[in-house]
């Protein structure tokens, strides 16, 4: 991404920076959460230790507490002074309020991971720790394996709820990291893989713990272990659901109305990409697909203004092509009289603004009866009816449009004009090379009616159409036309019957 478009998006989104959580604007924010997680980890490392160890004696127990308060307390602050420095390296672009780098949004996506990696680091030394402690206390080996495996198996899940709850907190900041710098082609962590991950964490490892409380000696306070584990196994897997089922339901909510919107014809709408995985490709496949529209319909519209809607419908429709093919058409050719004239008498930009002000008027009419403005000859226009798209009556439609053309062109008093309307077979294509077309009709209908514009500067009303098309009109249409004789036109041998209104 260019810096400039990185710049642009930064600005819009540097004012959120204020609004970010707590646990990410401060200097502990994250660690802070993670202390939370750590507490409940901390009492279901107290309930399999006591559990699993029903055998222990009394001694024993309160040696292994006591360990556990001084462990507990240089942990946590083991892990908020590393937490801290890890946030402050991953956060040091928004902290320092400047645009992130790919690499800084990668160390944002890698946050959650890498906050849950150090909480099992961590418990895993004091699982080490734990069982060390209860063999030098005179616990059996087995006794020293239990209480290791409950404290390991409390940690995995209090890393499992770590990387959910950072993750959750991390989110706004994932989001401006992310309008940046998309994502990649290859996820931090895919869906799959988070879904394994959930379960494991959250489901697998509480059974396991439960398991080995049950296999454990016989007691009360084994069945009164293996209730509370239950129960808050339960409450861990409902905690961590919920967050998942967010995490993943409301990014496919919003991509669901996203594509909703695209079908109704709404190409404003774009989606927050706020995910390193799957689903912040597929986020951001749908704003590169709802661009890609956009630019479509741009250039759709710039297109059809170049060529013409008709012409830029059949193009998208059955493609383009430097094939031809014989079509019956009307031609329709207008023209300004003593242009050359009105060049020397008016200032440029109110000679462009005149022909501008003319051919609206020609474009409109022409149009407006489903014929095509081929192509602008400086200040003469050929116009087309019956190509690219059929028309059902193409001459009655050309000789209406050639009337209105002229009435509206009259009653504004700035040019003089003359139309010539013919009929004939043509040749119509593409033409031109693969990397520039042209769509255009040639044909001796085509050179009859430019013929056909000069004699009509001559005539009162402007307007001359030959016999051929006045023959194909409607009654009604043909009633408004008047015979103008015969002339012999310039190029041609055979005089020509011609009509005028």
């Not at 584990?229 to 861990?236: E, F, N, P, T």
């Amino acid at each position: 991404m260019s810096e400039q478009t990185a710049g642009g998006e930064w600005s819009a989104s540097a004012t959120l920076v204020t609004t970010m959580p707590f646990a990410v604007r401060t200097a502990l924010g994250l660690s802070v959460l993670a202390i939370g997680a750590n507490v409940v980890g901390a009492f279901l490392t107290g309930l399999l230790i006591v559990a699993v160890n029903a055998s222990a004696t009394h001694h024993q127990v309160v040696v292994l507490f006591r360990l556990g308060f001084v462990v507990t307390a240089a942990s946590i602050l083991f892990g908020v002074g590393l937490g801290t420095v890890l946030q402050r390296r991953t956060l040091n672009w928004m902290l320092n309020n400047r645009p992130p780098t790919p690499r800084d949004t990668l160390r944002v996506a890698r946050l959650p991971l890498q906050m849950g990696l150090i909480t099992v680091c961590i418990w895993a030394v004091d699982a080490a720790l734990f069982a060390i402690a209860a063999l030098i206390t005179d616990a059996s080996t087995s006794t020293a394996l239990r209480v290791g495996a409950g404290i390991m198996l409390a940690g995995l899940t209090t890393a499992a709820i770590t990387y959910l709850l950072v993750a959750r907190a991390a989110q706004p900041v994932l989001e401006i990291a992310m309008r940046v710098n998309p994502p990649g082609e290859r996820p931090t962590l895919g869906v799959r893989s988070r879904l394994l991950l959930y379960w494991l964490l959250t489901s697998a490892v509480p059974l396991i713990g439960i398991v080995l409380i049950l296999t454990g000696p016989d007691s009360t306070r084994l069945r009164v272990g293996a209730l509370a584990a239950v129960l808050l196994s339960l409450a861990v897997g409902v905690f961590a659901n919920i967050l998942l089922a967010r995490a993943l339901g409301n990014p496919l909510r919003s991509m669901v109305d996203a594509v909703h919107a695209v079908g109704r014809g709404d190409l404003t709408v774009s989606v927050t990409v706020a995910d390193s995985g799957e689903i912040g490709l597929l986020e951001s496949g749908i704003n590169d697909m709802v661009a890609g529209l956009r630019e479509r319909d741009r250039v759709q519209d710039l297109f059809g203004r170049h060529v013409g809607p008709a012409v830029a419908a059949e193009a998208l429709r059955s493609g383009v092509t430097l094939s031809g093919e014989t079509r019956d058409v009307v031609a329709l050719f207008v023209d300004i009289t003593g242009s050359t004239a009105l060049t020397r008498r008016v200032k440029p930009s109110e000679f462009v603004g005149m022909l501008n002000r003319f051919f609206e008027v020609v474009v409109s009419e022409v149009e407006s009866h489903g014929g095509l403005v081929n192509k602008f000859e400086g200040d003469a226009a050929l116009c087309v009816f019956g190509a690219p798209v059929s028309l059902i009556d193409a001459p009655t439609a050309a000789l209406i449009a050639a009337r209105q053309i002229r009435d509206r062109v009259v009653a504004a008093g700035e040019v003089s004009i003359g139309i010539g309307v013919a009929a004939g077979p043509v040749v119509a294509g593409q033409i031109g090379s693969s990397s520039r077309l042209e769509y255009t009709v040639i044909g001796d209908a085509v050179n009859e009616a430019a013929r056909l514009t000069d004699l009509a500067k001559g005539l009162p009303g402007c307007l001359v159409a030959s016999e051929a098309v006045l023959r194909a009109a409607s009654p009604v249409e043909r009633e408004k036309w008047h015979t103008a004789g015969e002339v012999t036109l310039r190029g041609r041998d055979v005089a020509t019957h011609v009509w005028t209104a």
